[in-house]
């Protein structure tokens, strides 16, 4: 299957940026996306970027692409106690029955008041 | 839009049991999939269903099984309960076409086995 890979922990200063970095295997994404999880709560979509685009940014979020390393990231500024939460990487790939999604294992990422 | 609802939120069984799990997908949405996720494994994909039909399937047992309806609400089933089973069980559904790139969770259902 394919791989996505995320480091498992970031800690960050609230008020400073955080970047969260992702790899991924299969170069066939059409979509790339960062989900947010909070405790005991579902997946929240957060962004998505297609895979022929280079960055997109929403807000204090802003999403690079680096197809060639199959590198995502997830920049958040000014970063919040409320952003303090699980962040998962996740790529759709297209085949001829739809997309298949498939995900990262998560980073922990918490944010030091 | 309403979003995508699991019921129930919270689930005891003991060992040996069987449990079923429900998800209303956002309407107009066809496709539903389920993912059991834990602290070990993390988020691991299950199965998913589109227009009544398994189209894809996770490395699970086959104590676990699913369907969907025509109204394209689903569920899941786990038979034959053992204590590994316990997790967070999340939907999510997407129009499940090509053009169905944005695929959205339920709050899951937490299933905790004794």
């Known amino acids: 299957g394919e791989d996505v890979e995320q480091s498992l922990f970031l800690s960050v200063r609230e008020g400073d940026s955080s970047v969260i970095n992702c790899t991924y295997t299969d170069s066939s994404s059409t979509y790339l996306y960062w989900y947010k999880q909070e405790p005991g709560a579902g997946l929240q979509l957060l962004t998505y970027?297609?895979?022929?685009?280079d960055m997109k940014q929403d807000q204090r979020l802003t999403v690079l692409l680096n197809k060639k390393d199959k590198h995502l990231s997830l920049r958040i500024a000014d970063t919040q106690t409320g952003d303090s939460a699980i962040y998962f990487c996740?790529?759709?790939?297209?085949?001829?029955?739809?997309?298949?999604?498939?995900f990262g294992t998560g980073t922990s990422l918490t944010v030091i008041p | 839009k309403a979003g995508v609802t699991q019921t129930p939120r919270y689930l005891i069984k003991t060992r040996g049991q069987q449990v079923t799990l429900s998800c209303s997908p956002i309407s107009g949405h066809r496709s539903v999939s389920w993912y059991q996720q834990t602290p070990g494994q993390g988020l691991q994909f299950l199965f998913e269903?589109?227009?009544?039909?398994?189209?894809n399937k996770g490395n699970f047992p086959g104590r676990f099984s699913g369907r969907q309806f025509s109204n394209s609400r689903s569920e899941m089933n786990v038979s034959t309960l053992e204590l590994g089973d316990s997790a967070l069980y999340l939907c999510?559904?997407?129009?499940?076409?090509?053009?169905?790139?944005?695929?959205?969770f339920g709050p899951g259902t937490r299933l905790t086995v004794l």
């Open positions: 999510a559904s997407s129009s499940g076409t090509d053009r169905g790139y944005e695929q959205f």
């Open positions: 970027i297609f895979s022929n685009m």
């Open positions: 269903y589109f227009s009544e039909t398994q189209r």
């Open positions: 996740a790529e759709s790939i297209r085949d001829s029955i739809g997309n298949q999604f498939y």
